[in-house]
Each structure stands twice: as C-alpha cells, then as structure tokens.
C-alpha cells in the first residue's frame, strides 16, 4: 500500500522560512517524480515545485527564488523549502508522486499527471 505523508505546515509570520517533508512508502518501483502542490479554497491546485528521481527541479516561475524542492531518495523522502514566506502563501500544501517514470522530467501543469497523494499540511503565513 502507497503511503504519502507530508508534515512540517505550520503558522508563521510574513519574511519567515518554512520546510516541509514528504515521506513516500510502498511504491512498486523506484522511478518515480515527487511534487509539491498547494491548493486554497475556491482555488484550483496550484503546482509548486517537482523532482525527478536525478535530482531535476522545477520551480514554478511565480514562486522561483524564494521555493526549491529537493528529495533524498535513500529515505523516499521530498522537501519544499519556502523562504521570505507571504500571507499569499497561505494554503494547503500537498505532496504527490508518479510511479513508473524514467524520463527525467517532471510536469506542474497538471496534477492528473501524478497518481498518489498525501493528505496536505497547512500553511499558514500571518501579517
């Protein structure tokens, strides 16, 4: 059984830093791409940031410079690193990974695209 399971969310104040981690278990091969959405209420999932199984990051480009993904794969684990935080960043954040891929490439555009989910974390950013 596929487990992924984010922590890290938290309330934190307008130009703090912020990382979360993602723990991924029981996936039936070691290609995969893990991503961070964020979604807030009325709002479609946003993409964040994705790595392949390389190390290849994307960033979305609205939040580059001040969010990185980066993963560690001896403990399937996937970190967003969120600096210079703002109450726009308010949401929850969601990690997802995609199975079976071995092009080293990762999409943001579409959520579909990833196959299992965690449960999200909140974040929350206070002026």
């Known amino acids: 059984q596929v487990q992924v399971v984010e922590s890290g969310g938290g309330l934190v104040l307008s130009g703090d830093s912020l990382k979360l981690s993602c723990a991924v278990s029981?996936?039936?091969?070691?290609?995969?791409?893990m991503a961070w959405f964020r979604q807030t209420p009325g709002k479609e999932r946003e993409g964040v940031s994705c790595?392949?199984?390389?190390?290849?990051?994307s960033v979305t480009d609205s939040l580059k410079g001040r969010f990185t993904a980066s993963r560690d794969n001896a403990k399937n684990t996937l970190y967003l690193e969120m600096n210079s935080l703002k109450p726009d960043d308010t949401a929850i954040y969601y990690c997802?990974?995609?199975?079976?891929?071995?092009?080293?490439?990762?999409?943001?555009?579409?959520?579909?695209?990833?196959?299992?989910w965690g449960q999200g974390t909140q974040v929350t950013v206070s002026s």
């Open positions: 029981g996936l039936p091969s070691n290609n995969y791409v």
């Open positions: 997802a990974a995609r199975d079976n891929w071995v092009l080293d490439a990762c999409l943001l555009e579409d959520p579909d695209f990833y196959n299992f």
């Open positions: 790595v392949t199984q390389s190390g290849k990051t």
